[in-house]
């Protein structure tokens, strides 16, 4: 992919192609005609041509293709274009997403040997329940090294210890500018990165509807700061709370500015 040159800040460009790598685990095993897929094709089309400004480029062929296979019976140079179309077509575009989602990655100044901050941290929060399930599978049936979740701050310290995996500064609890007298804090706070994290848990008397008002006054709060570029909101939910997990996220993420990328993931999901 070497004719990448963008229309937009490649930070932005990572969000939008990392998330639809992130949803792609998600639409396995449904139909082409679903709903849901249906929904991230159209979102898969609108972020190239909004990224890329349209189809021309070589190195979005291979994309349109699959896209569009009709367009291969047509006769229509196939040069460099080197697909298996018995392969289903989200492998074979989890292939091509991945790789253009490489080269923004080398274009931005924060790309590292350890990976984007961003997909660090969002497959810290796809894979969450995961790996509290492994912390329970112990050797000889020992003991579990972490004990049932009860609250917000059981699954802040968990986060924290695993963001330090990573990232040399976290920031917990960090405050945020005061709106009308009242005084908050941040979950988390990555300076360097300029990424903020908010926590929450869903249970039956925290669901979709009161998690998104405080949301809504979160993003507020948050946009009083000029040094957050990218906003996260991991709603854990093991009860699984949230009616229609994949909708909740999408319209939170449409909350999103030029200055403010917000990105919100629940999990587990059904």
Not at 231 to 259: A, H, R, V
Request: with cysteine.
């Amino acid at each position: 992919m070497s004719d990448m040159k963008i229309n937009i800040p490649v930070e932005k460009a990572l969000n939008m192609i990392g998330t639809l790598l992130e949803e792609i685990p998600l639409l396995e095993g449904k139909e082409e005609t679903s709903e849901e897929y249906q929904e991230w094709e159209t979102e898969l089309k609108s972020s190239i041509e909004i990224i890329y400004g349209d189809w021309s480029r070589s190195s979005l062929k291979p994309i349109y293709y699959i896209l569009n296979p009709i367009m291969m019976s047509k006769g229509i140079d196939r040069d460099s274009i080197h697909l298996d179309m018995t392969a289903g077509k989200l492998i074979e575009l989890k292939t091509q997403l991945t790789a253009m989602y490489k080269t923004l990655n080398r274009m931005s100044d924060k790309g590292s040997s350890k990976g984007h901050p961003y997909l660090i941290i969002n497959s810290i929060f796809r894979n969450f329940s995961r790996f509290l399930r492994q912390m329970h599978v112990r050797h000889d049936n020992r003991g579990q090294i972490i004990p049932k979740i009860n609250d917000e701050y059981d699954v802040q310290d968990i986060i924290h210890a695993l963001l330090m995996l990573f990232f040399d500064d976290v920031r917990a609890e960090d405050p945020i500018p005061n709106i009308a007298g009242a005084s908050s804090r941040i979950d988390f706070f990555l300076e360097e990165e300029k990424i903020g994290i908010e926590i929450k848990i869903a249970n039956t008397n925290h669901r979709s509807k009161k998690i998104g008002e405080e949301i809504a006054d979160d993003i507020l709060k948050y946009k009083k700061r000029n040094d957050i570029n990218y906003l996260f909101f991991f709603i854990y939910d093991p009860e699984f709370m949230i009616d229609n997990p994949i909708g909740f996220e999408k319209d939170i993420n449409k909350c999103s500015t030029n200055n403010l990328q917000i990105k919100t993931i629940v999990s587990p999901q059904n």
